[in-house]
């Protein structure tokens, strides 16, 4: 089953340049093992090989099981995932991150066809400076205006993309804000839509998840081993209970 089958469902990121394979593997069998949707590859500073190495070691870990890159760059490039999310960081006005990666991704993508998704990027405020926002010196959008997050997401819609990505940024110290997620559900419902970043408790991905988001995205929170990745995956599966 393709990961978008799955949906919804609670996606588990492996940040290739803070996970070493063995790591990685570690994670991917977990997250099988409790029942996570796929797993997303990504990081927004990293090299070519590390990515390549974390990829190929979790395809040999959970052979089958859906994983998608989550590139920061071309350079992070492989064909050892399913899909490769098509990132377009549409929130920002840097056309580093909003074409020219996708340009750059070409002559990869002519060799190895793996599928991509056209994904609108929107990066939102979380209370701190992350990655994603010093690597793309990119402002993020404001958490209190829903309404200008959900004109984005139709303005990605309406150019073509075909799935939207919140993020509040790995580490975030606030989760995109359910008001948000929902403004952005009702904007593009149909549309697969990812939320990460700054998700640290089950709770958090429960309201999520309710809010409209298909996958909940964590990282951080598996990293630093805070919570069971089990109760997560029960969080997201059951927007209904509480945590
Ligand atoms: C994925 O950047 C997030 O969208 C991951 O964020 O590391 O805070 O879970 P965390």
């Known amino acids: 089953m393709s990961l978008l089958d799955r949906r919804p469902g609670l996606l588990v990121l492996v ?3 803070r996970t070493p394979p063995a790591e990685a593997q570690r994670v991917a069998r977990e997250a099988r093992a409790a029942g ?3 797993l997303l590859i990504g990081s927004s500073f990293d090299g070519t090989r590390d990515t390549q ?3 190929r070691a979790i395809r040999q870990a959970v052979p089958g099981f859906p994983v998608a890159l989550f590139p920061g760059s071309a350079m992070q490039l492989t064909d050892d995932v399913d ?5 377009s960081l549409v929130s920002g006005r840097n056309a580093q991150y909003l074409i020219e990666e996708h340009v750059r991704a070409v002559p990869f993508l002519k060799r190895h066809p793996v599928p991509t998704l056209s994904t609108g990027y929107i990066l939102i405020d979380g209370g701190r400076v992350t990655s994603v926002e010093a690597v793309s010196q990119t402002r993020p959008l404001p958490a209190d205006k829903p309404e200008l997050v959900a004109a984005h997401a139709t ?3 309406l150019i073509g993309m075909r799935a939207i990505y919140l993020e509040a940024g790995s580490g975030a110290l606030r989760p995109v804000p359910a ?3 929902r403004a952005c559900r009702d904007a593009v419902a149909g549309l697969p839509l990812f939320v990460g970043g700054g998700i640290r408790r089950p709770a958090q991905a429960q309201a999520a998840r309710a809010a409209g988001a298909d996958f909940v995205v964590i990282g951080t929170a598996i990293e630093a081993a805070e919570s069971e990745l089990a109760a997560f995956v029960r969080a997201v599966g059951d927007p209904g209970i509480t945590q």
Do not use: E
Request: net charge negative.
């Open 155 to 157: 303005a990605a819609r």
């Open 53 to 55: 190495l974390v990829a």
């Open 15 to 17: 940040d290739p340049s």
């Open 179 to 181: 008001d948000v997620i």
């Open 83 to 87: 899909l490769v999310l098509f990132l």
């Open 36 to 38: 996570a949707a796929g």
